[in-house]
């Protein structure tokens, strides 16, 4: 069993930033063999891909759209994921969450994502 939680999530003008950390928590967590992925979801839409991170490996993937403004770093040793997102829109608001994928390479599919945290919500005023 994995646990994720999310937070660093609130309330800020565009054009501000944040930083979204993601703790894990397990006993059985394996840097060796997962993946994990940042995701959001905007009211009335569906769950979205940010961007992933193969445990292994180094480099991220990101979305497209999110190259530029979204950037998925980790601290190793204390087991964390961070996205930092730079420049916010209005159009970001959402619950942001993060997923552990046991044995992945980093899907872009919510659905292939075992763990999830609750979620940290970013809002962005105009």
């Known amino acids: 069993q994995v646990q994720v939680a999310e937070s660093g999530g609130g309330l800020v003008q565009a054009g501000g930033s944040l930083r979204l950390s993601c703790t894990i928590s397990s006993l059985t967590f394996d840097t060796n063999s997962c993946a994990m992925g940042w995701f959001r979801q905007a009211p009335g839409k569906e769950r979205e891909v940010l961007g992933t991170?193969?445990?292994?490996?180094?480099?991220?993937d990101y979305r497209d759209s999110m190259k530029g403004r979204f950037t998925i770093s980790r601290d190793d040793a204390n087991k964390i994921l961070y996205l930092q997102i730079n420049n916010l829109e209005p159009e970001d608001t959402a619950v942001y969450y993060c997923a552990d994928q046991p044995h992945g390479r980093g899907s872009r599919l919510p659905s292939d994502y075992t763990y999830w945290g609750q979620g940290t919500q970013v809002t962005v005023s105009s």
């Open positions: 991170i193969d445990w292994r490996g180094r480099n991220p």
